[in-house]
């Protein structure tokens, strides 16, 4: 069964540090590109980060740029998020998906073949 799993969000004071993984069973995340979604309540779901399949290409929205670092980990079958210098406004739910970053550049989120299930991120002092 093809599967991604995301794990690591949780309450975190304004300025503070997470870690998002993405995981993948029933299939290799090697040859796929995967992207970071977010949605807030009562907001359209943003791109935030993607991270290409064959050189480790990245690509991240403004809004996040110099906080979050995408990075992959092929032999655990895992790409992660390290969300860093956390601002109210990042509270959502993040989702990974397996995407073409162009896409996700261009501003695409919805349409993917894979996503997981979404892990809440609340930041807040």
């Known amino acids: 069964q093809v599967q991604l799993v995301e794990s690591g969000g949780g309450l975190v004071q304004p300025g503070g540090s997470l870690r998002l993984s993405c995981a993948a069973s029933?299939?290799?995340?090697?040859?796929?590109?995967i992207g970071w979604f977010r949605q807030a309540p009562g907001k359209e779901r943003e791109g935030v980060s993607c991270?290409?399949?064959?050189?480790?290409?990245?690509y991240y929205a403004d809004s996040v740029k110099g906080r979050f670092t995408v990075s992959r980990d092929n032999a655990k079958n895992t790409v992660y998020l390290q969300m860093n210098s956390l601002q109210p406004e990042d509270t959502a739910v993040y989702y990974c998906?397996?995407?073409?970053?162009?896409?996700?550049?261009?501003?695409?989120?919805?349409?993917?073949?894979?996503w997981g299930q979404g892990t809440q991120v609340t930041v807040s002092s």
């Open positions: 998906a397996t995407v073409s970053c162009m896409e996700v550049s261009a501003g695409r989120v919805r349409g993917y073949d894979y």
């Open positions: 029933g299939f290799t995340l090697d040859y796929y590109a």
């Open positions: 991270i290409s399949s064959s050189h480790g290409n990245t």
